[in-house]
């Protein structure tokens, strides 16, 4: 690292598509075995409200960390439970999350743009965080992507649909119509856990 480089403001993605490698899609697969082998929930807040592992990693002074989440319970399907895990045993999932993340990691603006809401969904700055084992810092980018396209995909989200909501093609009017309509099917889940 040159002198200057340590002043340098770090990427909201964590790497630069230039960074990700010939190898990205194995950092891809390996993150995605270790967090199926996971289990979710750390505790019930209550019946509607869970604490779990996040599936999107996070970098704490230069380290890779996985944070907990508050998240209410259905929103376990989005990513740890049914219909969200089934996307796991799709061979062209890892493919398909390596190319999304190659494309926004050419423009952090984008790419911030694309995955925030997701981020919002499992990253709470507040949270408490355990270092992960492996520390390689493409995982940032791999587990946001993977978590988005894990929730799009529970949400019945093709892949044409997911690449429209994040900038990458035409239609980009009626992607992100599709993801207002995600989320406003999320949004009775946060009701009814915050309500008790």
């Not at 907990?68 to 493919?95: H, K, Q, V, Y």
């Not at 390596?98 to 050419?106: D, F, N, P, Q, V």
């Not at 035409?170 to 915050?194: C, F, G, H, I, S």
């Amino acid at each position: 690292m040159g002198f200057f480089d340590r002043f340098k403001k770090p990427s909201y993605l964590g790497t630069t598509g230039a960074e990700l490698g010939d190898d990205f899609d194995e950092v891809v697969r390996r993150l995605a075995n270790e967090l199926v082998k996971q289990e979710p929930i750390i505790s019930t807040v209550r019946d509607e409200l869970v604490i779990c592992r996040s599936p999107v990693l996070v970098i704490i002074k230069g380290e890779v960390r996985q944070p907990a989440a508050l998240i209410p319970r259905p929103m376990l399907s989005r990513f740890w439970t049914e219909p969200g895990n089934e996307c796991f045993d799709d061979p062209n999932l890892i493919p398909l999350v390596s190319g999304y993340a190659r494309a926004l990691a050419t423009d952090d603006k984008l790419g911030r743009a694309a995955l925030r809401d997701t981020e919002d969904v499992y990253v709470d700055k507040a949270a408490p965080t355990h270092a992960w084992p492996d520390q390689d810092k493409r995982l940032r980018l791999a587990s946001l992507v993977l978590a988005d396209v894990a929730r799009k995909l529970a949400a019945s989200f093709n892949a044409s649909e997911i690449k429209a909501s994040y900038g990458l093609s035409a239609n980009t009017d009626a992607a992100q119509m599709r993801v207002a309509n995600m989320k406003a099917e999320e949004e009775p889940w946060y009701l009814a856990a915050l309500e008790k």
